[in-house]
Nanobody, 120 residues
Framework: VQLQASGGGLVQPGGSLRLSCAVS????????IGWFRQAPGKEREQVAC????????NYADSAKGRFSISQDNPKNTVYFQMNKLVFEDTAVYYC??????????????WGQGTQVTVSS
């Protein structure tokens, strides 16, 4: 399984970005898919997850109301729409996948990171 993340960049506070994660090797519904981020000097944190099987979606408190994770099955791609960005959202963002149900117990596959910088 390979994951290819893209879509990061520089954005002003209040702006939006959409990240993409193209998955190859397995179909999305066979995987739990998550977006994680790691800011400088901080631990990596899970921001959003689509669980395997029932496709339940969970967000970190920092993402609720601003970010949205979705999937496009024909393209085997997961998207991460980020709105109302703030300075604290600056981080390297990673997509990851697991053959297990959710995203809390370790991910099996990781994409390369994509940098998101929120700056005026």
């Amino acid at each position: 399984v390979q994951l290819q993340a893209s879509g990061g960049g520089l954005v002003q506070p209040g702006g939006s970005l959409r990240l993409s994660c193209a998955v190859s090797g397995l179909t999305l519904d066979d995987l739990a898919i998550g977006w994680f981020r790691q800011a400088p000097g901080k631990e990596r944190e899970q921001v959003a997850c689509i669980s395997r099987d029932d496709r339940a979606i969970n967000y970190a408190d920092s993402a609720k109301g601003r970010f949205s994770i979705s999937q496009d099955n024909p393209k085997n791609t997961v998207y991460f729409q980020m709105n109302k960005l703030v300075f604290e959202d600056t981080a390297v963002y990673y997509c990851a996948a697991s053959g297990g149900y959710g995203c809390l117990y370790g991910m099996d596959y990781w994409g390369q990171g994509t940098q998101v910088t929120v700056s005026s």
